[in-house]
């Protein structure tokens, strides 16, 4: 496989449940991120790791967990979430933090919180 | 902060029409610009950018834009759209020497036969 995987695909879960997604990049990328995109909202920046610490935490609720093992792999653990935490959720990885390096996204985990 | 704004949120365009998308970013510093393209049920791939040098930036599958600094813009154009151009488009800025990027709302593109 090539490039960055997200499992799964899709998602639907109760307001009580714990739920993980995963991110997996092969490109050998030092930084990861999870953006959510939500319909009619600008993506929205979650959280940042780079060389597996957490960079930034763009102020997220704490019901999101994000855990990264290593550089090649990203959790966002999940639990109690609402329904208006239904999103696109995608993951991102970059070889640096730099501006001439740049993101090359999952094709994302669709959640929907019933 | 640095904002991004695209305006109309859907576009339609003729095949072999001009694709025009705009694009104006909010900025106290330099900013870095890029566009990004989602396809249906897949990630956003990285269209073309702006960082520093030469104010007309070539991209892929044809696309270019310009940056103007005195108009805070960075619009999006092809020459000729074409059926396989039909996706959403992102701009986005980074003002913090950084990937950190700030993105638009986005522009869904409809190519029509």
């Known amino acids: 496989e090539t490039g960055v995987t997200q499992t799964p695909r899709h998602l639907v879960m109760g307001m009580t449940n714990k739920k993980s997604l995963k991110c997996e990049q092969h490109?050998?990328?030092?930084?990861m991120y999870w953006y959510k995109q939500s319909a009619k909202k600008p993506l929205e920046l979650m959280f940042v790791?780079?060389?597996?610490?957490?960079?930034e935490n763009n102020s997220v609720p704490s019901r999101f967990s994000p855990e990264c093992p290593n550089s090649s792999h990203l959790f966002l653990h999940l639990h109690t979430l609402q329904p208006e935490d239904s999103a696109l959720y995608l993951c991102?990885?970059?070889?640096?933090?730099?501006?001439?390096?740049?993101?090359?996204f999952g094709n994302g985990t669709r959640l929907t919180v019933t | 902060a640095q904002s991004v704004t695209q305006l109309g949120s859907h576009v339609s365009v003729s095949e072999g029409a001009l694709v025009l998308l705009r694009c104006n970013y909010s900025?106290?510093?330099?900013?870095?610009l890029f566009w990004y393209v989602q396809y249906p049920n897949q990630g956003l791939q990285l269209l073309l950018k702006?960082?520093?040098?030469?104010?007309l930036v070539k991209g892929i599958n044809g696309f270019e834009a310009e940056f103007k600094k005195s108009e805070t813009s960075f619009h999006l154009t092809k020459p000729s759209a074409h059926m396989s151009d039909a996706a959403e488009y992102f701009c986005?800025?980074?003002?913090?020497?950084?990937?950190?990027?700030?993105f638009g709302k986005g522009n869904q593109v409809v190519v029509i036969p």
């Open positions: 991102a990885s970059s070889q640096e933090t730099g501006p001439n390096s740049p993101l090359h």
């Open positions: 490109l050998g990328h030092n930084a």
């Open positions: 790791y780079n060389f597996k610490e957490q960079t």
């Open positions: 900025s106290s510093v330099p900013p870095y």
């Open positions: 702006y960082t520093t040098g030469a104010t």
């Open positions: 986005a800025v980074s003002t913090r020497g950084n990937n950190r990027l700030a």
